[in-house]
């Protein structure tokens, strides 16, 4: 199927496991947020990583999962070489997963409908594959799951793991799990969420099972990103539960919760690399996806998990900011529009001073204390910090939690008109709360604070706010937050008036349970407790963004695991 030219050079795929290794492991290199995103990797699980890599590939390719061409490098996956391998099918007149093909239905039409078979719309992968290919996760994990279906894997659905069970609190080996019955119902048809496939699956109701481990109990259970308590460990402003994480409507309101970290810390396990959330820009941040309360995903009706949230979004890129402004809780306005979406870090292939290092490309030399330096953090500092301005405490922040509440974009019908917005559903919706319009800005102010759930104060500043900006496009200058020099500036006086959500997100969760190059859990004591593994984001002590690192860790914990003796 891969007809595209290479994307890169045979220098920049050349590599061996050492090479990776001190490239995941180099405590030299800044990115343009000064954060060092290598340096506080966990060493051991770095060198098995490094050398596991090719032999998850050859994995993956045995069960029908299709490379294209090499470009570029994930967040935090090194500096020195290009590693970024994306998964496609190609499009054809039905879904066959040992063909390689994916029906036009099923890999969604853009901006008309997802699919049961992938919640996002598939990219158009043809500059990696060919012409006619479709790309993203989709093509990943159907096709791991179609193959684990085929091989007679079972699955319970409908199950949330509670607790690991081990034969003493803090001693002795893991035997088994307790998992609670927590199916989903869809709002509007009140019927119970099923799986796409259905062969394989265990469909048990009892309210409370116990699974016994005959041989190990592997945690892959996600991260923290949806769980206030757990990841304001991290940043306290995120205890605010208005913001989810990433995949909300689809994972459910106990994805992402932590419950995998949670069960291995209640029998003993350590933890690991609880300060690398800091370490990449995608962890939280804000996209430019209006109207939504899961603004990193733009999922479209089709997918049966669309109705829990209600709109795909306006996703607007940066420059369109320019047609509106952004208010907090309180309803004024917090930082350059212009700059709202914008951040730094996720320093990989190439190396560029964009990105906070000294030198380009292939030039970029591992381990040189000048990537390090004084000098070059300030030649290359770029990071805006408007996630943090967004976060602050405002006037309608309260004791004890002094939460900073919801965002807001305020903009007119002229801006609708001007950038030619699509503001109707399903991008927006007008029942779900998160998108609204009135003839006046006193009137909107008063529909939001109504009909938001998480809108729990007035905006009492809203009409002082549009006016105030009103006469600075008169005057050609924002003297509040320097708008102007960086795009033109647009009045908000026609009517309609609109407010959209401009939430932030947590994405990619990094501090987890501490693994070792078996991908063994650790306890505090430094050893492993028998018979529990874990990887991705379940885990902690390295901060690659994307699923390379949760596949290899998969890979290694269930090559070691298959080895446990039974009991």
């Known amino acids: 199927f891969v007809t595209a ?145 085929e091989k007679g894997v079972r699955f319970i659905l409908n199950r949330h793991m509670d607790e690991i069970i081990r034969e003493l609190q803090f001693s002795g080996r893991v035997v088994g799990i307790r998992a609670s019955y927590s199916p989903r119902f869809d709002p509007e048809t009140g019927r119970r969420l099923e799986s796409l496939w259905q062969d394989g699956n265990v469909d048990d109701r009892t309210e409370t099972i116990y699974i016994r481990a005959r041989k190990a109990i592997i945690i892959g259970a996600g991260g923290h ?97 320019q047609h509106l402004i952004v208010v907090n809780q309180v309803g004024k306005r917090f930082f350059n529009e212009m700059l709202i979406t914008t951040r730094q870090g996720g320093a990989a292939f190439p190396a560029d001073p964009r990105k906070g290092q000294p030198k380009s490309g292939l030039d970029h030399v591992q381990m040189d204390w000048r990537n390090a330096s004084v000098a070059n953090i300030k030649a290359t500092y770029r990071e805006p910090n408007s996630i943090h301005a967004a976060l602050a405490m405002n006037e309608g922040s309260k004791a004890p939690d002094f939460f900073s509440g919801p965002i807001w974009t305020i903009f007119d019908r002229a801006a609708v008109e001007r950038d030619k917005w699509n503001i109707d559903p399903p991008f927006t919706s007008p029942t779900n709360g998160f998108f609204f319009s009135a003839d006046t800005i006193q009137e909107l102010a008063e529909k939001i604070h109504r009909g938001h759930e998480f809108q729990r104060i007035p905006l009492t500043y809203l009409v002082e706010t549009v006016a105030k900006w009103n006469s600075y496009v008169d005057k050609g200058s924002d003297p509040e937050f320097a708008r102007g020099p960086d795009a033109p500036m647009y009045k908000i006086e026609k009517p309609p008036f609109y407010a959209a959500t401009l939430y932030a997100v947590w994405h990619d969760s990094y501090g987890g349970l501490r693994i070792n190059g078996r991908a063994q859990v650790i306890d505090m004591q430094g050893d492993p407790i028998p018979g529990l593994y874990a990887g991705g984001e379940s885990s902690g002590g390295g901060n690659q963004h994307g699923l390379g690192r949760a596949l290899v860790h998969g890979y290694i914990a269930g090559t070691n695991a298959a080895k446990e003796p039974g009991n």
């Open 5 to 149: 030219p290479r994307r890169q050079s045979v220098e920049e795929l050349t590599e061996d496991p050492d090479f990776l290794f001190r490239d995941h492991t180099d405590w030299s290199v800044m990115d343009a947020a000064a954060q060092a995103p290598y340096r506080y990797n966990e060493r051991d699980l770095h060198r098995a990583y490094a050398d596991n890599c090719s032999a998850t590939r050859e994995f993956l390719m045995a069960n029908y999962v299709r490379f294209g061409r090499i470009f570029g490098t994930h967040g935090n996956g090194g500096m020195s070489r290009a590693r970024r391998a994306v998964t496609f099918l190609m499009e054809g007149a039905t879904t066959d997963i040992k063909k390689g093909t994916v029906s036009k239905k099923d890999a969604g039409i853009p901006k008309v409908s997802s699919s049961h078979f992938a919640p996002r719309v598939m990219e158009d992968g043809s500059f990696v594959a060919s012409k006619g290919a479709r790309a993203n996760g989709a093509a990943l994990s159907r096709c791991l799951e179609f193959a684990a279906r």
């Open 225 to 321: 990103g949806a769980n206030p308590q757990f990841r304001s460990m991290f940043y306290p402003a995120f205890r605010e539960p208005a913001f989810v994480s990433s995949g909300w409507a689809l994972l459910g309101p106990r994805g992402q919760d932590a419950s995998g970290i949670i069960a291995g810390m209640r029998i003993g396990a350590n933890l690991a690399g609880m300060q690398q959330n800091i370490s990449y820009a995608s962890t939280f941040h804000i996209p430019g996806n209006l109207a939504t309360r899961d603004p990193y995903t733009d999922m479209l009706p089709g997918h049966p998990t669309f109705s829990f949230r209600g709109s795909t979004g306006i996703n607007l890129p940066d420059a369109s900011f």
